[in-house]
């Protein structure tokens, strides 16, 4: 250890150097300003915990961004979960369907979420539309429903752009599922257990840090969703589909206050840690499987 210690730190050296100058002291500032009065063609004045205080207590809107982006983080942690670990169940027994499937699946991942989102609002269109259209030839009726802009079905549509499609989740699995050794299975069958039985007492178990770091990334992704919803709602109709990344980049970049975004930054910054915190503790991530 004493031998290799020059080269340990000169290997480090380069990623503690960026990590400083891109993270900590970008960190630091967004900590420091969020306690501050700052728009763009202002000076900065210090405000104590205004900024908090305005958001919890004066600010609707923002309250409503909490609980939008907290019900995504739950769908993203268990919907999407379960999509994507049961697919990759299915297709780990090897079928001649198994690569094409997997291969469709995995398209909508590597779409870019702009372009995914002009994709759903062509399907979605109240006028032209595919799901409308699909809707008045089953039912004999002109249907023409605004699926982003209605209040009671635009947190849903918004929300079915993304929550399906577990392409990377499946992956994920299906890579950590090769590594079982074939020998596993073997025995398991000739004990008599069923598919479903090695699915379930012997692959599940040995999956569990797999799938809590494919939980990690869904849910965390949740803080980062902004493009999709820009492109399909604005977070509208109100705030009907307003979370916390879209609430932030309103406050910085459309009403210029850059104090009270940062507050929502560092908001966002400690739920993004209760979001890893928990996850792990529930996965029990720490411990050898």
Request: hydrophobic share 50%; charged share 10%; with cysteine.
């Amino acid at each position: 250890m004493t031998k290799n210690r020059k080269w340990i730190i000169l290997f480090l050296t380069p990623g503690i150097i960026l990590f400083i100058f891109v993270f900590l002291i970008s960190i630091v500032l967004l900590v420091g300003t969020s306690f501050t009065s700052w728009s763009i063609g202002s000076s900065i004045s210090f405000s104590g915990i205004k900024n908090y205080i305005y958001l919890f207590t004066k600010d609707k809107d923002f309250i409503t961004s909490i609980f939008n982006t907290i019900i995504w983080i739950g769908l993203q942690s268990t919907v999407h979960i379960f999509i994507g670990v049961v697919l990759a169940l299915i297709l780990s027994r090897a079928r001649w369907y198994t690569s094409i499937v997997r291969t469709i699946f995995f398209i909508p991942n590597i779409i870019s979420s702009a372009a995914l989102g002009l994709l759903f609002l062509c399907i979605m269109n109240p006028q032209f539309g595919m799901v409308n259209n699909i809707i008045t030839k089953i039912t004999g009726n002109q249907f023409a429903h605004n699926w982003f802009m209605n209040p009671d079905t635009a947190f849903f549509s918004v929300t079915m752009t993304w929550l399906p499609y577990a392409g990377l989740v499946t992956i994920l699995v299906m890579a950590e599922m090769a590594s079982i050794s074939k020998e596993i299975y073997e025995a398991a069958s000739i004990d008599g257990a069923s598919n479903f039985q090695q699915n379930i007492y012997i692959v599940l178990p040995m999956m569990r840090n797999i799938i809590g770091t494919a939980t990690i990334l869904a849910a965390t992704s949740m803080l980062q969703k902004l493009d999709i919803i820009i492109m399909t709602t604005g977070g509208g109709p109100g705030a009907r589909t307003m979370n916390m990344p879209m609430y932030l980049y309103k406050t910085a970049l459309v009403d210029n206050n850059y104090g009270l975004a940062n507050a929502q930054g560092v908001i966002l910054i400690v739920l993004g840690l209760i979001t890893l915190i928990s996850v792990r503790k529930i996965y029990r991530m720490d411990k050898e499987r």
